[in-house]
């Protein structure tokens, strides 16, 4: 995965992709995409799910889910090199497209302000300032 900013640090393009063997149905395979970077992007930059004493102290509404409106535009680009036999070569997409979206999003930071950031979320971000 590649994240695009723009001089102010927000998110505007992601750029993604993954093998999955044979697309069978090349639309789902993009919405999984998309649907996957979302969660990457929000435990990136902005989820943060406070416990204390084994019991979660925040709520649905102040986890800090992105919205629809401060997802960046998305560019799926898939990879279909599995010619098996066995399912027509498909090889599944699932969760693995959680997995590069931080440390894309802690690059792409890095590029930008040279901070080498190692918890997430990504503090000194657009999303979350550093009090």
Same mark, same amino acid.
């Given at each position: 995965?590649? @994240? ?6 927000? !998110? @505007? %393009? ?12 090349? %639309?789902? @395979? ?5 649907? !996957?970077?979302?969660?990457? &992007? !929000? ?14 102290? @925040? ?18 680009? &898939? ?14 997409? !699932? ?16 590029? %930008? ?19």
């Amino acid at each position: 995965q590649l @994240v695009i900013m723009d001089e102010k640090g927000k !998110g @505007v %393009k992601v750029v993604s992709a993954h093998d999955m063997g044979r697309a069978i149905n090349p %639309k789902g @395979v993009e919405g999984q995409i998309e649907g !996957g970077i979302a969660m990457g &992007l !929000g435990f990136a930059l902005t989820e943060d799910f406070k416990i204390e004493n084994s019991r979660p102290k @925040v709520k649905f509404g102040t986890l800090g889910l992105l919205r629809s409106t401060q997802m960046p535009e998305i560019v799926s680009i &898939l990879i279909q090199k599995n010619e098996n036999e066995l399912a027509y070569g498909a090889k599944g997409i !699932g969760e693995i497209v959680v997995i590069p979206s931080a440390p894309a999003c802690q690059n792409a930071y890095y590029k %930008k302000d040279g901070k080498f950031r190692t918890s997430l979320p990504l503090s000194d971000t657009f999303y979350k300032k550093t009090k």
